[in-house]
């Protein structure tokens, strides 16, 4: 059974961080591509950034230079470290895996979500 469980969310002020971990198994985890997902309330779901099998990220311009995705094999994980953030960054944050690589409406494994409420 394939699961794939978000932590590290939170509230935080604008220009503070947090770092998101997504911790996976049931799958060979280095053969899988992952990436980082979030929706707003009354908007639809976007990618935010997104890590290959063989270590190639991608993020979306609104978070380039604020955020970094990175993998520990080891570990089955992927993170999200998210600094110098922003009100508009608020949103539910889900992380999704596929092999090789996640496109841009995700993968076929999705992990529940987890809450970013950045507010002063």
């Known amino acids: 059974q394939v699961q794939l469980v978000e932590s590290g969310g939170g509230l935080v002020q604008p220009g503070g961080s947090l770092r998101l971990s997504c911790a996976a198994s049931?799958?060979?985890?280095?053969?899988?591509?992952m990436g980082w997902y979030r929706q707003a309330p009354g908007k639809q779901r976007e990618l935010v950034a997104t890590i290959t099998s063989g270590d190639n990220t991608d993020y979306a311009d609104s978070v380039k230079g604020r955020f970094t995705c990175s993998r520990d094999n080891a570990k089955n994980t992927v993170y999200l470290q998210m600094n110098s953030l922003k009100p508009e960054d608020t949103a539910v944050y889900y992380c999704s895996a596929a092999l090789g690589r996640v496109g841009p409406l995700g993968g076929i494994y999705w992990g529940q979500g987890t809450q970013v409420t950045v507010s002063s």
């Open positions: 049931g799958i060979i985890f280095r053969l899988y591509g």
